[in-house]
């Protein structure tokens, strides 16, 4: 069965920082999993803030989030990352992780939440003073 546990959520102030991890289980990452990183606020979609490759070569970003947000992936660990800096009170979300089957294609990802085959939980990250 697979697993998708994201933790490092949490109260931060606008301007400060936070890491999500994404832990995996069931699946192996090295074996043609796209991650994703997706958000979401109550009455809005959900929507695809970062993503990265099987071979982490690729990376995107959804655009108010570039030069701030960093992802990652330890493949080793079956453990993917999203570091936030400098967040903002509309970095407000649950923030979910997804993995896509992406096959024998190690350089693709995309941000479209329809593909991912598998989703976390989510974790709350509340921006605020």
């Known amino acids: 069965q697979v697993q998708l546990v994201e933790s490092g959520g949490g109260l931060v102030q606008p301007g400060g920082s936070l890491t999500l991890s994404c832990a995996a289980s069931?699946?192996?990452?090295?074996?043609?999993?796209?991650i994703g990183w997706f958000r979401q606020v109550p009455g809005k979609e959900r929507e695809g803030v970062s993503c990265?490759?099987?071979?982490?070569?690729?990376?995107h970003y959804e655009y108010s989030v570039r030069g701030r947000f960093t992802i990652s992936r330890d493949n080793a660990k079956n453990t993917a990352y999203l570091h936030m800096s400098n967040l903002k009170p509309e970095d407000t979300a649950v923030y979910y992780c997804?993995?896509?089957?992406?096959?024998?294609?190690?350089?693709?990802?995309?941000?479209?939440?329809?593909?991912?085959?598998?989703w976390g939980q989510g974790t709350q990250v509340t921006v605020s003073s």
């Open positions: 997804a993995v896509d089957n992406y096959g024998p294609v190690q350089d693709m990802c995309e941000m479209t939440s329809g593909v991912y085959d598998y």
């Open positions: 069931g699946i192996s990452f090295d074996s043609y999993y796209a």
């Open positions: 990265i490759s099987v071979n982490g070569g690729t990376t």
